[in-house]
T-cell receptor
Framework: GNSVTQMEGPVTLSEEAFLTINCTYTATGYPSLFWYVQYPGEGLQLLLKATKADDKGSNKGFEATYRKETTSFHLEKGSVQVSDSAVYFCALSDQDAGSARQLTFGSGTQLTVLP | GAGVSQSPSNKVTEKGKDVELRCDPISGHTALYWYRQSLGQGLEFLIYFQGNSAPDKSGLPSDRFSAERTGGSVSTLTIQRTQQEDSAVYLC????????????FGPGTRLTVT
């Protein structure tokens, strides 16, 4: 079956630090990959996505590259802000024809950015 | 436009009682998904609807859980004879249809079983 493994948290960084949150996956086919973010008191929001190998998803200064050879989709940001404090979830959806494309999530990584 | 809405936002119930959780998807979205977010299990998929049909119910944790969708819109997740392990945040998401379309999540219903 499909699974997602992401870096254990919590992660605490100072403002303007470099962020990496590791994510690796196991899938039977060629899934689409996602990063979702959950800000305090809010619902899950899509941050970025990539649908095929070597695609790079980017949004709000965050980037992640779909690496088929290492089955990874690590999230990076060059300079974090206090407003980036949130829980980040890596996820995949099946590409099989007829699939419901439900999301399989990692366990989430709590990020706290200090001023 | 309006996003996905869920009600109630919080529900506290006694063990053994039945509860109903409601999801209103984005207008025009034919696919609807239910997920559960709990401390022990993380975020897990429960069931999806394409239109009013739920082709695969194998993600539901037990036969105490059921879901329906009427008119291709509102969906209700029902938990009968609630147990303490049912305590979690229940999330609903909708998308234009099943397939490679973005899922938009609601704010969730926090269920506490005492």
């Amino acid at each position: 079956g499909n699974s997602v493994t992401q870096m254990e948290g919590p992660v605490t960084l100072s403002e303007e630090a470099f962020l990496t949150i590791n994510c690796t996956y196991t899938a039977t086919g060629y899934p689409s990959l996602f990063w979702y973010v959950q800000y305090p008191g809010e619902g899950l929001q899509l941050l970025l996505k990539a649908t095929k190998a070597d695609d790079k998803g980017s949004n709000k200064g965050f980037e992640a590259t779909y690496r088929k050879e290492t089955t990874s989709f690590h999230l990076e940001k060059g300079s974090v802000q206090v407003s980036d404090s949130a829980v980040y979830f890596c996820a995949l959806s099946d590409q099989d024809a007829g699939s419901a494309r439900q999301l399989t999530f990692g366990s989430g990584t709590q990020l706290t950015v200090l001023p | 436009g309006a996003g996905v809405s869920q009600s109630p936002s919080n529900k506290v119930t006694e063990k053994g009682k039945d509860v109903e959780l409601r999801c209103d998807p984005i207008s025009g979205h034919t696919a609807l998904y239910w997920y559960r977010q709990s401390l022990g299990q993380g975020l897990e998929f429960l069931i999806y609807f394409q239109g009013n049909s739920a082709p695969d119910k194998s993600g539901l944790p037990s036969d105490r859980f059921s879901a329906e969708r009427t008119g291709g819109s509102v969906s209700t997740l029902t938990i009968q004879r609630t147990q303490q392990e049912d305590s979690a945040v229940y999330l609903c998401a909708s998308s234009f249809r099943t397939g490679n379309y973005e899922q938009y999540f609601g704010p969730g219903t926090r269920l506490t079983v005492t």
